[in-house]
């Protein structure tokens, strides 16, 4: 749990603030697109646990007016122009990988170029049980994006470092050209977090 009085020091919460960012997290995304070059102008963007939009606006300031950015999470998430929400559980594989196939036609396009999921679940303190929930959602995320990922396409996901990590980890390497772990500098220094970000998929 962020104290109140740690945000008023954290020079990302007062930059996301400066910049219109929903949230500090879209400077992880931020920097972790520019550091491995994930999306592109024109790109169909899927963002999964998107609440409450931070990197769905970053996701949206790259891919610039000809991208598709579609957004789901198990909260609503207050507009953003362009932005196409989807509320629902990524976890239900099926009806997710459904209604943004749908969301896709929508916008008159059939494939996607990057998955990115910031997905957590929401802390118990029972560290153990909070790891196993973050595979959960991590491997909800690859396997969403492994139906809709474009031969070559990218991934980005979530998980909390600790026992399921290297088996995360393995089957993104099994998936993609070149995988690897990366902690942003905006994540903080305490965080268990560590994102796998996959280039390449062997469709
Ligand atoms: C750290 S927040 C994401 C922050 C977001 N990237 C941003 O920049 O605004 C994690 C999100 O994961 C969502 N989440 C957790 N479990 C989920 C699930 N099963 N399906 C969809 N979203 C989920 C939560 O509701 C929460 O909004």
């Known amino acids: 749990m962020v104290k109140q009085a740690d945000l ?27 550091k491995f070059k994930l999306i592109k102008p024109g790109d169909a963007v899927v963002d999964l646990g998107a609440a409450p939009g ?18 789901v999470d198990l909260q609503p998430i207050a507009k953003i122009e362009d932005v196409v929400m989807i509320k629902g559980d990524i976890t239900n594989e099926e009806e997710i990988v459904k209604a943004i196939k749908e969301a896709l036609l929508s916008k008159e396009r059939k494939t996607v170029d990057i998955v990115i999921s910031d997905a957590a679940p ?21 396997n969403i994006a492994v139906k809709l990922l474009k031969n070559n396409g990218n991934f980005v996901a979530k998980i909390f470092q600790g026992e399921y990590y290297n088996q995360f980890y393995k089957s993104v390497k099994e998936r ?12 903080r220094k305490r965080s268990a977090e560590v994102y796998v970000v996959g280039k390449g998929y062997k469709r």
Do not use: C, M
């Open 122 to 142: 929401q802390l118990t303190g029972n560290k153990d049980l909070d790891q196993f929930r973050s595979f959960e959602l991590s491997s909800a995320a690859l």
């Open 54 to 71: 931070g990197w769905s606006q970053v996701a949206h300031e790259f891919v610039g007016e000809g991208g598709v950015v579609i957004s």
């Open 8 to 34: 008023k020091t954290d020079r990302f919460y007062k930059a996301a603030k400066e910049a219109g960012y929903r949230s500090r997290s879209a400077f992880k995304l931020l920097q972790t697109s520019k």
């Open 176 to 187: 993609f050209r070149d995988t690897r772990a990366y902690s942003p500098a905006a994540s």
